[in-house]
Each structure stands twice: as C-alpha cells, then as structure tokens.
C-alpha cells in the first residue's frame, strides 16, 4: 500500500540535504592553469571565481590579448572541473535517499 506521508517526508529530507550540500558547496574549490602555469584560477562550487593570479612575465610582455585569453581559457577549465566536484558533493550528500536514476544530473540543483 502506498504511503503519502513516509513520501513526503522522505522529499522533506532529501530537500534539506540538497540544501546542506548547496550551503557546503562554498567550501569545495578546483584551480585550474593555461599558458603552462602562466595564469591560474581558483573557482569555489558556487562558480564563484575566488582568485586569480598572472605571471610577472606576462604582465612584462604587455601583451593584452594573450593575457585575457589565457585568463579565459583557465576560468573555463576551473568551470568544468567545479562541475564534477559540485556533482560528487550533492551525490554524496544524498546517498541512500534518492535512487540512483541513470542520467540525474545533480548540477541542476544548484
């Protein structure tokens, strides 16, 4: 026999995990580099990028557009790898309560 309210409180608790892993996503971060190391960036799994750091020597060449282009390619390596990380956050936060359904994608929870 179906049971409505051992549902809804098995939804009230996976919501208040999904939650707790959203508060807990600021505390994961990925860093990622382009240009050999020339620039990296540190993104947190809120997709916030929280630092950014240059090669002196790439700053001397004063060379603008390879600059923000190794500053591009960086962010967006870091935004890949936030991803998985985010992922494996809010799956692991949410073991044992959600079935495991092929093709979840937990990223859309944040």
Do not use: C
């Not at 947190?44 to 090669?55: A, H, Q, S, Y």
């Not at 060449?61 to 870091?78: F, G, P, R, W, Y």
């Amino acid at each position: 026999m179906f049971d409505m309210m051992n549902m809804l409180g098995k939804v009230k608790e996976v919501q208040a995990k999904i939650q707790a892993a959203k508060d807990n996503l600021g505390t994961i971060s990925v860093t990622s580099e382009a240009g050999a190391g020339m620039v990296k960036v540190t993104i947190n799994g809120k997709r916030e990028v929280v630092k950014l750091e240059i090669d002196p020597e790439l700053v001397k060449k004063e060379d603008k557009e390879t600059l923000e282009d190794l500053s591009v390619a960086a962010i967006n390596k870091a935004l890949q790898a936030i991803e998985e990380k985010i992922k494996e956050e809010l799956k692991r936060n949410t073991e044992g309560i959600l079935p495991n359904i092929p093709g979840l994608d937990f990223g859309n929870f944040v």
